[in-house]
């Protein structure tokens, strides 16, 4: 028998944004959001029903919708990735003109966490999602793992994009590692150019990079269902050999469901 909607977890998913194109004259007047497609369908993978968020401010808005009215109506919220995070955000000044990210984003986004998380609402986050909660919540970032962290892996491989792998080792007696029995060690995607430098507090680390001790996956310690991974579980497949994902898919819509109150 078919599931029912009402049945299904409803699943907000922040929007990328893009800005006023003046060099484009279709974009030039307009800010777009979005969500990249392979997100949504990694949260219908697991049967449930995700909902592009819109931000409720801008110089175009209308109305008295708030963040919180999402997160009141929503069952949890998947942040995903894209753009770096603004050094500002942390209380650093961007290092490079390059990586001085998307201050109106991370606006957006803490917000919609702050929202999700009052309402007791679980979140997840997907590489820049898992950096924009640990900022959230008061950690910092490497601006450029490179730069910084000079005898660390390549992160990133700009060529071979979701196709540079390396592995993870799993933290025992972690959440992370009752889920993902067996091997304690796995083959994840890499693509990310930034990553958690000082990590923020009541977080606990889930996994790491065995290579260069890069954090890899988190969980809030101190209240509703947070966490990320710095992976992205939308391009698993199978024929990669890479860490099947499903249950910690699972294991977030279970507890989106169980915040139902009727």
């Known amino acids: 028998m078919a599931q029912s909607s009402r049945d299904r977890a409803k699943i907000g998913v922040s929007a990328c944004f893009f800005y006023p194109d003046p060099a484009r004259a279709a974009f030039a007047p307009k800010t777009l959001q979005y969500v990249e497609q392979s997100v949504p369908h990694w949260v219908m993978s697991g049967g449930a029903l995700p909902v592009m968020i819109p931000s409720p401010t801008g110089d175009t808005a209308r109305g008295d919708i708030r963040f919180a009215d999402y997160a009141l109506w929503l069952d949890g ?9 603004w050094p500002g955000s942390y209380g650093e000044t961007p290092l490079k003109d390059a990586w001085k990210g998307d201050r109106i984003r991370d606006e957006y986004e803490i917000a919609l966490v702050k929202a999700f998380v009052a309402a007791g609402k679980p979140v997840f986050g997907i590489c820049r999602g898992l950096q924009l909660i640990n900022v959230a919540f008061g950690g910092s970032l490497y601006q450029d793992v490179q730069t910084q962290h000079p005898a660390s892996l390549q992160h990133r491989d700009a060529a071979a994009y979701d196709l540079n792998f390396h592995q993870v080792e799993l933290v025992p007696d972690t959440r992370l590692a009752q889920l993902l029995p067996g091997e304690n060690r796995h083959t994840i995607n890499s693509v990310h150019h930034q990553a958690i430098k000082v990590l923020a507090k009541d977080f606990v680390v889930e996994a790491r990079s065995p290579h260069d ?5 988190i969980r809030y310690s101190a209240g509703p269902w947070v966490a990320g991974v710095q992976w992205h579980p939308e391009f698993h497949k199978e024929e990669h050999g890479t860490l099947d994902d499903a249950p910690i898919l699972q294991d977030f819509l279970s507890a989106a469901l169980a915040t139902r109150t009727g």
Do not use: F, S, Y
């Open 213 to 217: 001790g890069m954090i890899e996956a």
């Open 77 to 85: 919220l998947v942040l995903h990735g894209g753009a770096d995070v």
